[in-house]
């Protein structure tokens, strides 16, 4: 069974870093398009940051500058790295990413959700 398993969220301090990880499982061929949403209490969910297939990326403006979207395709796992988080950046973070499965196809899947908390 494929799916998406986050990890690396927790609680930091104004000014401080965490990644995100966000690891495929199962039988995968490739990594295609990928993301990172967020979703703070009360909001829509909303793109933070992607990164085509081709690599090129696109960052919300709250973030640029501070958020870094990579992957590894050895290891089929795709990273956020965040940096001089704010209290603002408070929310409960998704991965997206389009999987080429074998034998079946490209499908979108997302990861169940890590919780980032900054605050001091």
């Known amino acids: 069974q494929v799916q998406l398993v986050e990890s690396g969220g927790g609680l930091v301090q104004p000014g401080g870093s965490l990644r995100l990880s966000c690891a495929a499982s199962?039988?995968?061929?490739?990594?295609?398009?990928m993301g990172w949403y967020r979703q703070a209490p009360g909001k829509q969910r909303e793109l933070v940051a992607a990164?085509?297939?081709?690599?090129?990326?696109n960052y919300a403006d709250s973030v640029k500058g501070r958020f870094t979207i990579s992957r590894d395709n050895a290891k089929n796992t795709m990273y956020l790295q965040m940096n001089s988080l704010k209290p603002e950046d408070t929310a409960v973070y998704y991965c997206n990413a389009d999987l080429t499965i074998p034998n079946r196809g490209k499908f979108g899947y997302w990861g169940q959700g890590t919780q980032v908390t900054v605050s001091s």
């Open positions: 990164r085509t297939s081709g690599g090129s990326t």
């Open positions: 199962g039988s995968i061929f490739s990594i295609n398009a």
